[in-house]
């Protein structure tokens, strides 16, 4: 079965400072990886995405994430956090020839200033 | 484009009435999607489809069924509405060709059942 685990419900972290949500993944296959974002009372917005090639992608709003095999994860990164990354981030994996999207419970970021 | 959009965005229904909630899309995406977000629970699918006249169950089906009549819409229905179903529903399309692309989401439409 496919699964994607964010360990932590909250980060908090303060403006300025670098950033970490986790997710892990589990998945028989090859996986394909998703990060999105999602503000109060909108839908999910799509940030950054790995399919194969360089570990390290880049998304938008300077967000960066790093797929690692090894160790099943794809945790997402910001050098930088600023008060607008406050909001709920989800993790999700799809595996070739699934129709489906598998989504991590979600993190909550808070940035302060 | 449009991209994805619900109608209606909020609605409150009572025990054991019906509604349909619709989804349109305008990017002639293959893949049509209905999940609910509830609280701590991240999102949940419901319903899903391939394409034009398929649809297939997700991993919370019960008490709701689809249509996807058009390959632009895909409908959401609540025959009679429990209070369980009282949550956030959202509608997400992707292209076809594989599972390299993300997927769309429309805005969400809060559904409350009293």
């Known amino acids: 079965a496919q699964s994607v685990a964010q360990p932590e419900d909250q980060v908090n972290v303060a403006e300025g400072n670098p950033l970490t949500v986790k997710c892990t993944y589990s998945v028989s296959g090859n996986p394909y990886l998703f990060w999105y974002v999602q503000y109060p009372n909108r839908g999910l917005q799509f940030l950054l995405k790995?399919?194969?090639?360089?570990?390290l992608v880049k998304g938008s709003y300077g967000f960066e994430a790093e797929f690692n095999k090894s160790q099943t994860s794809f945790h997402l990164k910001k050098p930088s956090a600023l008060v607008s990354d406050s909001a709920l981030y989800f993790c999700?994996?799809?595996?070739?020839?699934?129709?489906?999207?598998?989504f991590g419970s979600g993190t909550k970021l808070n940035v302060k200033p | 484009n449009a991209g994805v959009t619900q109608t209606p965005k909020f609605r409150v229904l009572k025990t054991g009435q019906s509604m349909t909630l619709l989804c349109a899309q305008d990017?002639?995406?293959?893949?049509m999607y209905w999940y609910r977000q509830d609280p701590g629970m991240g999102l949940r699918l419901i319903h899903y489809?391939?394409?034009?006249?398929?649809?297939a169950k997700g991993e919370v089906p019960d008490g709701y069924n689809v249509s996807r009549l058009k390959k632009q819409n895909f409908l959401l229905g609540l025959e009679s509405a429990a209070p369980s179903q009282t949550s956030v529903y959202f509608c997400a399309s992707s292209p076809t060709s594989g599972a390299v692309y993300e997927q769309y989401f429309g805005p969400g439409t809060r559904l409350t059942v009293t």
């Open positions: 790995y399919i194969t090639g360089d570990n």
């Open positions: 990017m002639n995406h293959e893949y």
């Open positions: 489809s391939v394409g034009e006249g398929t649809t």
């Open positions: 999700a994996v799809r595996v070739w020839n699934f129709n489906k999207f598998y």
